[in-house]
């Protein structure tokens, strides 16, 4: 089963501080890996994308990885600030021809200054 | 203006009544979806539509019809609300996996 798993649920950092959200999927042909982010009663927001051949990208303070080996993501976020505050979702798309995204449940962000 | 307006933005309603929510964009994209959040279960779809003549069920379609106006325009409608329809449901549109999603419609069905 096509499945997309985030870890973890929650974090809370200190602002200024760096963090790591991961995620793992089962998605199997996969074309792209997306970070959302989602701030509290906001619509998602692409993060940035990630296909097969990437290994890292940047958005800003916003890294992310992928491993398309261990079918493992991250997203690093350096140096928080209060405006981070927000959930981010990974979704994956499956075959290119489907158009089919699986989202992960997504990592509930706070950083307390 | 935003690429993607939902309305109502927030609704409470009663069992059994009929609930339409609209969605309109100006992204110029062939496909727009309609999903719907949960606490913990993250985004489902429940309908999409790749252009004006062509719509599909998603995943939780049951409880739930949609009209697909104009290219620019998907409404998704609750014919006979009940409680556990009770969520936050975004519109949004896009092709290649990028979506744009609008502000959310949040809907509370007593």
């Known amino acids: 089963k096509n499945q997309v798993e985030q870890s973890p649920q929650s974090l809370i950092i200190l602002e200024g501080k760096n963090c790591t959200l991961q995620c793992n999927y089962t998605v199997s042909p996969f074309s792209n890996l997306r970070w959302y982010k989602q701030d509290t009663g906001r619509g998602p927001v692409s993060l940035t994308i990630m296909t097969f051949s990437e290994n890292t990208k940047s958005n800003g303070r916003y890294t992310a990885t992928l491993d398309a080996d261990t079918k493992q993501s991250s997203l690093h976020i350096t140096a928080s600030q209060l405006s981070d505050s927000a959930s981010y979702i990974c979704?994956?798309?499956?075959?290119?021809?489907?158009?089919?995204?699986?989202f992960g449940t997504g990592t509930r962000l706070q950083v307390f200054p | 203006d935003a690429d993607v307006t939902q309305t109502p933005r927030n609704r409470i309603t009663k069992t059994g009544k009929r609930i339409m929510l609209e969605c309109s964009q100006t992204?110029?994209?062939?496909?727009m979806y309609w999903y719907r959040q949960d606490p913990g279960l993250g985004l489902r779809l429940i309908y999409y539509?790749?252009?004006?003549?062509?719509?599909n069920k998603g995943e939780i379609s049951d409880g739930y019809s949609v009209s697909r106006q104009a290219q620019a325009k998907f409404s998704l409608s609750l014919e006979s609300a009940i409680p556990n329809q009770t969520a936050l449901y975004f519109c949004?549109?896009?092709?290649?996996?990028?979506?744009?999603f609008g502000e959310g419609s949040r809907l509370t069905v007593l």
């Open positions: 949004a549109t896009g092709w290649g996996g990028e979506l744009f």
């Open positions: 992204k110029g994209h062939d496909r």
């Open positions: 979704v994956v798309r499956g075959p290119r021809n489907t158009d089919k995204l699986i």
């Open positions: 539509s790749f252009d004006v003549k062509d719509i």
